[in-house]
């Protein structure tokens, strides 16, 4: 299957849009540190155990589960999870057509940002994750075909059960006119934003000057580079000190700041209270994502 591509894909009048580089299979899943995407996220336990920390707790994953995440939840998976193989994939959805409104009644059940929704094993489940895996590493000139036609079934599986398990209601669509620039953007700022993330380097790798590359991040999240790369890095210091005994010093560091001064002067002014404030006021008493 060719890289880099977007598979489209209908059900009713639900559009789906899948970049064809999200969908990989892992072992190594907790190198990355906490981070979130606007897209949908499905998360597939091929083998092994693995446990997903989130905003506002963590679940354990068996095999042959899936989780399906929201756009904007911040997550990793936790110390423990490097044996596991994972297959993952983000998903865009659109309103298309007209008739049966399966779309109002899909996304009046996803939830627009809170814990993730898990799906039991079951053989249908497992048969569309052969097809998908399969298709992936096939070098058959109908492989990307085949790879439709089993995220079609997934699909339709999973939004059968969401519409029928009536969950909240949500108006919010994760990524509507969001494409695959959008999807390197992203996982751009998601490997990069602690050390060496540059609006230079962004720009060579979607070959755009900056200003062009500039307004592609604010189409993607409405602020700018510098904006957006220090939403993160707080982000990621208010998990790390609500969530793990770290040092506060290790936590400056392993958000992208180089001085504790630097590092203590921005979180106070952007979150109003100095980092061991902010940590006396949301410890919480599972220190899960600790390293």
């Not at 580089?21 to 979130?36: E, L």
């Not at 049966?100 to 996803?110: C, G, I, K």
């Not at 707080?234 to 992208?256: M, Q, T």
Request: aromatic share 8%.
């Amino acid at each position: 299957m060719i890289n880099g591509e977007t598979l489209e894909i209908e059900i009713g009048n639900i559009g789906l849009r899948i970049v064809t580089d999200s969908i990989r299979a892992a072992r190594n899943k907790t190198d990355s540190v906490t981070h979130s995407h606007t897209s949908y996220e499905l998360h597939h336990l091929l083998s092994g155990g693995a446990t997903l920390e989130y905003e506002g707790g963590s679940t354990e994953l068996s095999e042959g589960e899936t989780l399906l995440l929201s756009p904007e939840l911040f997550h990793r998976f936790a110390a423990g999870s490097e044996g596991a193989l994972i297959l993952s994939l983000s998903f865009y959805l659109e309103r298309r057509g007209s008739g049966e409104d399966l779309y109002s009644l899909l996304t009046s059940a996803l939830p627009e940002k809170g814990s993730p929704i898990r799906f039991e094993r079951s053989e249908a489940i497992d048969g569309c994750i052969k097809g998908i895996t399969a298709g992936a590493h096939s070098a058959s000139p109908f492989a990307t075909e085949a790879v439709k036609a089993s995220l079609a079934l997934l699909f339709t599986e999973l939004f059968s059960r969401l519409a029928g398990d009536g969950a909240k209601s949500d108006k919010r669509r994760g990524g509507e006119k969001y494409g695959i620039r959008g999807f390197v953007i992203e996982e751009y700022f998601n490997r990069y934003y602690v050390d060496g993330a540059s609006l230079s380097e962004l720009s060579e790798l979607l070959s755009l000057s900056k200003k062009q590359t500039e307004r592609a991040i604010k189409e993607a999240f409405g602020v700018g580079f510098r904006e957006h790369l220090l939403r993160l890095r707080i982000k990621s210091a208010e998990e790390l000190l609500s969530g793990s005994d770290r040092e506060i010093r290790e936590i400056a560091e392993a958000v992208g700041y180089s001085s504790y001064n630097g590092f203590y002067e921005i979180f106070k002014a952007r979150v109003g209270i100095s980092p061991e404030e902010y940590r006396r006021a949301h410890r919480k008493q599972d220190l899960s994502i600790s390293r």
